[in-house]
């Protein structure tokens, strides 16, 4: 216990380090603050987000509250259109080497390179936002649901099968759980496709959600409240796959070792 | 050494420790062939023309090198896997698909990790159609004879490879089988382990009488556990020679009469 407090602390110092570091560099003139702000600013440019807002009268949490909302609208909707459909791909193997192309093709197509196209089709409102982040969460997130039932040790396949087991039942009682370890990496890793998308996301048509935020803040050359938004969608990028993980250990207590699956 | 298919000698009331065997043939394997697609076209030839019986409650071992085909005779014997030609019945019910009194022991990772060591045994109870109670009861009842009791609630991945395969074994005598096909049951167990559990092999298959068939590439294996060995030679997979293991159980590796017949075996092996 005492050591992981002393690994922890030290590896505190070392970002308090590197902060000062920096604070100091900027005030000797050897980085220029509208190019690296530093700490200081950063910290005034949070004060002013939070209360007073940028654009006036828009704070960080409503810009953190509306992005949250858009991912997740974008991110649901692929995981309920992904998850039946992989699984009825995943069980058909002619269904899985038509679709094959097509889903590398399209999971390989940049998200945001469709951003012209999807604001021809649906405008430039909430909508158009939320297809973009349940386009890249989809193809990812189908994927990763086809492989892992496509994929499962053949063992298991052959003792259900000596067990007695065929057919739908075979594929309910044993590739189903069996590739949930994958299922769920898939989910974690759909959900960042879905916080990458955002900042081009929100760059039409919004003053209003950390992508926004951010592309405003570049207006004005205010790169202390840019590295304040990249701030707050890492960190929640972070909470959010965290809580994924705790999820997966009360769901999966079986599967102990996913964290190469993890990362 | 008499040859595989002489059965006119065998007794009625033969005892598996006599190494003897009943007088009808219970597994009767014949002509079977089996060919796969080859990759640049054609066909692989993987068993060429097996012809063996083997009679109930004996402990018959499958030896050979890799490709061959003793895995491939064994999933076909299981139902797993079907053979291109030939005919193959335990009894006098053709083979057409697993459940026909075949329960399967397979090398390792075999077990659903998504269940406790209970619910793997539970789950080859699942087809008997018992109350769950009484599943339960049965399953902890096998538990405690492959001597893994205590560890009921334990995942997969939370055993040690020796624990996996005796609930693995634990899982196949679930499904009440006249046979029991075991496929390198051991083969990934570290020498101590592999040693124990032949032991314990032996005392389930003697206590609870069922006809054994085992694949393994440890001539003493072979010898330890069987009454007859069957070597397979490969490409394509046949039969070479069968030898009888006429010493009474339990054996000892150092007694003359197992190095002779080891000796012999490897020759023959490498011949």
Known sequence: MNARLARAASSLAVIAVLLAAWELAVGYGLLKAYQFPPPS????????????????????????????????????????????????????????????????????????????????????????????????????????????????????????????????????EIVLPAALPRIFAGARMALGVGFMVIVGAEMIGTIQGLGALIMEARTFYRSEI???????????????????????????PWAGNLDQVRR | MSCAGDISMREPDATPQAGRRTRAPFIRIEAVHKAFAARQGGELMVLDSIDLDIAENEFVSLIGRSGCGKTTLLNIIAGLDAATSGRIAIGERPVTGPGQGQGVVF????????????????????????????????????????????????????????????VSIARALA????????????????????????????????????????????????LMLSDRIVLLAPNPGRIQRIFEVPMPRPRSRTEPAFNALYDEIWSELSS
């Open chain 1, 41 to 172: 600013k950063i910290a005034r440019g949070f004060v002013e987000l939070s209360l007073t807002g940028f654009p006036t009268g828009v704070s960080l949490w409503t810009h953190t509250g509306v992005t949250i909302w858009r991912v997740l609208q974008g991110y649901v909707a692929a995981i309920l259109l992904a998850v039946p459909l992989g699984l009825l791909i995943g069980a058909l193997p002619v269904l899985d080497k038509l679709s094959a192309p097509l889903i590398v093709f399209c999971r390989s197509v940049a998200t945001l390179s469709l951003l012209p196209l999807v604001i021809v089709w649906f405008g430039a409102g909430e909508l158009t936002k939320v297809v973009l982040i349940g386009y890249g969460c989809f193809w990812t997130m189908l994927s990763n649901v086809i492989a892992g039932v496509r994929y499962v040790d053949p063992v298991l396949v052959r003792a259900a099968r000596s067990c007695g087991l065929q057919g739908p039942e075979l594929y309910r």
């Open chain 1, 226 to 252: 840019t590295i304040v938004g990249m701030l707050v969608i890492g960190l929640l990028g972070f909470l959010i796959s965290s809580g994924l993980a705790g999820l997966e250990r009360v769901l999966m």
């Open chain 2, 107 to 166: 090398q390792q990772h075999a077990l659903f990790p998504w269940l406790t060591a209970l619910g793997n045994v539970s789950f080859g109870f699942r087809k008997a159609g018992l109350p769950l109670e009484e599943r339960r009861e049965r399953s902890l009842e096998l538990l405690r004879l492959v001597g893994l009791e205590a560890a009921a609630n334990k995942y997969p991945r939370e055993m040690s490879g020796g624990m996996q395969q005796r």
């Open chain 2, 175 to 222: 499904l009440d089988p006249q046979i029991l096909l075991m496929d390198e049951p051991f083969g990934a167990l570290d020498e101590l382990t592999r040693i124990e559990l032949q032991q314990e092999l032996l005392r389930i298959w003697q206590a609870r009488r069922k006809t054994v068939v085992f694949v393994t590439h440890s001539i003493d294996e072979a």
